[in-house]
């Protein structure tokens, strides 16, 4: 029972972080779910705000407008999971859905959801808190800061777990003004159980996609863990030293000359991506007591999702009688799901501008029939360092095209420091390849085979 003298939740629209990766995703699932592109969200990311200021200006000027967005700190302890979810939840229509989408913050499972005409729910959220007196460089201080404000989370959450993220190289200055905390859900929350019993027509399957990628993790507590750096931004955790000329010039770069070398022989878990993995046995025991399929889909990285969604894209085009002949190459949060489908496009999802992930989609259009048309949205990363690929690699990527390259002049302008908006990849998708009309809906069970042919070779896993 709700105690009348507690102070009221903190609303959801301030605790999940407009920058993380689930935000993007769920507003554009939920726009195409309702027909609609995202030329409508053009809120600039923090790191992308304020370039006609000189650097010893623009740094303080982007932490004052990060802390602003961050939840407030004497709020901290109002963080609600529950509320949270019942605000994912809600962005939705009322049902009945043929399927919902579950898992990882990943671009194709937002292309994925779109064409079955499903749900995304993440299986987690980011929230940031300011860190008063922070400091790029000084990650034990951000580490032990962080461990009192999951407390506090913790303290008023049964059923999750808070996982603490420090990343220069993917925050680049923010990281001493903010800390991000990963609220990732062990069990199903109410408000998911419900929508997955009300929302799901008959025979209406849960599809749970998780990227299994490990990274080295320091647990504090059962429920508690830190992990410095991420695997979505092509640093290794060993390359996290200053004896690393590459990540020695990214923290002279952010004004940092102090770095403490990272634990390097700490075990690895799972990465921040992955979600937890008791959540896969609690959907496994709602599909068997709700009498409904459930599947579960694991991949080892994000470019395999990616390969996979996108060979199932072009064999459901061609099945269709539609032009599968142009690609759109995206990343980070450019995306445009509704717009890819009534173009007709073929999407491949790159997590970020890391040159690994533009290595894997050179590899995939390489290894694919060729298209005709193929353009790419590079997001900037909002940092300089040598981990991100450079602007020759993306006008590479697109000369795989036949006939039609395009790479976004207005992305590559502001390549690497400057993100940009959602709306930036509505813009050039709309320009360039128009609307054909808007497609019927993917079956599930062709999906389901589809990906699991595909995903085969690749190592992606379907049960």
Known sequence: MTDPLAPPALGAERVVCPDGPERPLLE??????LRRGCEDLDRVPVLGRRGNLPGDLRGPAL??????????????????????????????????????????????????AAALGAPWLPTGFTVRVPWPGGSVGDWPAAMEWGAQLAD??????????????????????????????????????????????????????ALTL????????????????????????????????????????????????????????????????????????????????????????????????????????????????????????????????WQVLTAGLVPYWCESA???ALDAAEWWLAGSRAFAAVTALPDPPGTICDAYAGAAQWRALTTFAGQHPHLSRTALSRYPTLPLPISHASEVLRLRHGRTGAPGRLPLDHAVSALRRSGSRLGLLVV
């Open 28 to 33: 554009a699932v939920s726009r195409a779910l």
């Open 152 to 205: 506090l989370i913790l303290a008023g959450n049964p059923g999750v777990t808070v996982r603490q993220v420090h990343d220069p190289a993917g925050r680049g200055p923010l990281c001493g003004a903010t800390v991000t905390l990963h609220v990732r859900w062990q069990r199903l929350p109410a408000a998911y159980r419900e929508f997955l019993h009300t929302g799901l027509r008959p025979g209406g399957t």
């Open 354 to 356: 890391a040159r690994p």
């Open 210 to 337: 998780r990227d299994t990628r490990t990274w080295p993790v320091l647990e504090l507590t059962d429920r508690h863990s830190f992990q410095l750096g991420s695997p979505a931004n092509g640093l290794r955790h060993e390359d996290q030293t200053v004896d690393n000329p590459s990540f020695r010039r990214l923290l002279e770069s952010l004004g940092e000359d102090r770095w403490s070398t990272p634990h390097l022989d700490t075990p690895p878990r799972y990465a921040e991506t992955a979600g937890e993995p008791e959540l896969d046995s609690e959907l496994r025991r709602f599909g068997a007591d709700a009498a409904r399929p459930v599947h579960r889909v694991l991949y080892p990285g994000p470019e395999v999702l990616s390969a996979c969604v996108a060979d199932l894209y072009r064999e459901w085009l061609d099945s269709s009688g539609r032009d599968s002949d142009s690609c759109v190459v995206e990343s980070g949060r450019l995306i445009d799901p």
């Open 63 to 112: 932490a004052y407008e990060d802390c602003a967005e961050a939840v407030p700190l004497a709020q901290v302890d109002r963080v609600d999971a529950a509320a949270v979810a019942g605000w994912v939840t809600g962005r939705y229509p009322a049902g009945p859905y043929p399927a919902v989408v579950l898992g990882s913050a990943h671009g194709s499972a937002a292309h994925l």
